[in-house]
């Protein structure tokens, strides 16, 4: 019963340096999110799939990538990490189109990281 | 565009009802949304309301619709200190993708 993991927990990068956080989900569904979370800011989509091998962007998709190689997992990579990227990192995922049967987003627990 | 707007924050003793408000501006908004988030941890679905309910009650929890204001509100009865946590209001559109818009989150305390 385990949802939404992610890997790490907890992170700090140097300026410059580069990570992938992963998140991996068990309830086979095929759409996968990830958000952001800063003070003051809400919620903000970096890049989101809606499939194995499908990836879009989201509203703040600049210095991430992301890959969704396996319906269950959803990669988010920062090339050059920079101070800005400081934030909670929260990978989602949902069943499927929004409706029939599709309600609301699976999250994680998030990925606290910071860039100095 | 869609946007959704929260109060900050809000405080209620032990045993009384909170109500939380949310107003969103996209009119064809089809879902909305309330999430819970604990410290430290990601958001968790608490209730859903369509759009052509005016209603929806859950045990303590009370989800109202107003869709002529596009006013969302969340009645917690009974609030317990466990219910402190950070509350989301969120809609979205039906049919494939359709981009949720979060609102800021409502802090709610609970004094015991």
């Known amino acids: 019963n385990a949802g939404v993991t992610q890997t790490p927990k907890f992170r700090v990068l140097k300026t410059g340096q580069s990570m992938t956080l992963l998140c991996a989900q068990d309830?086979?569904?095929?759409?996968m999110y990830w958000y952001r979370q800063d003070p003051g800011m809400g919620l903000r989509l970096i890049h989101y799939?809606?499939?194995?091998?499908?990836?879009a962007k989201g509203e703040v998709p600049d210095g991430y990538n992301v890959s969704r190689l396996k319906k269950q997992n959803f990669l988010l990579g920062l090339e050059s990490a920079a101070p800005s990227q400081t934030s909670v990192y929260f990978c989602?995922?949902?069943?499927?189109?929004?409706?029939?049967?599709?309600?609301?987003?699976?999250f994680g627990s998030g990925t606290r990281l910071t860039v100095v | 565009g869609e946007d959704v707007e929260q109060s900050l924050f809000l405080s209620v003793r032990e045993g009384d009802s909170s109500v939380i408000n949310c107003t969103y501006t996209d009119s064809s908004s089809t879902y909305l949304y309330w999430y819970k988030q604990e410290p430290g941890a990601g958001l968790q679905l608490l209730t859903y309301i369509f759009s052509n309910m005016d209603m929806k009650q859950d045990q303590r929890l009370t989800v109202l619709l107003n869709k002529k204001d596009k006013h969302l509100s969340l009645r917690i009865a009974d609030t317990q200190t466990g219910d402190s946590a950070i509350y989301f209001c969120?809609?979205?559109?039906?049919?494939?993708?359709?981009?949720?818009?979060f609102g800021i989150g409502t802090k709610l305390q609970v004094i015991p």
């Open positions: 989602a995922s949902s069943l499927g189109e929004t409706g029939t049967g599709n309600y609301g987003y699976t």
């Open positions: 969120a809609e979205s559109l039906a049919g494939g993708y359709q981009k949720v818009t």
């Open positions: 309830m086979n569904h095929e759409y």
């Open positions: 799939s809606v499939g194995e091998g499908t990836t």
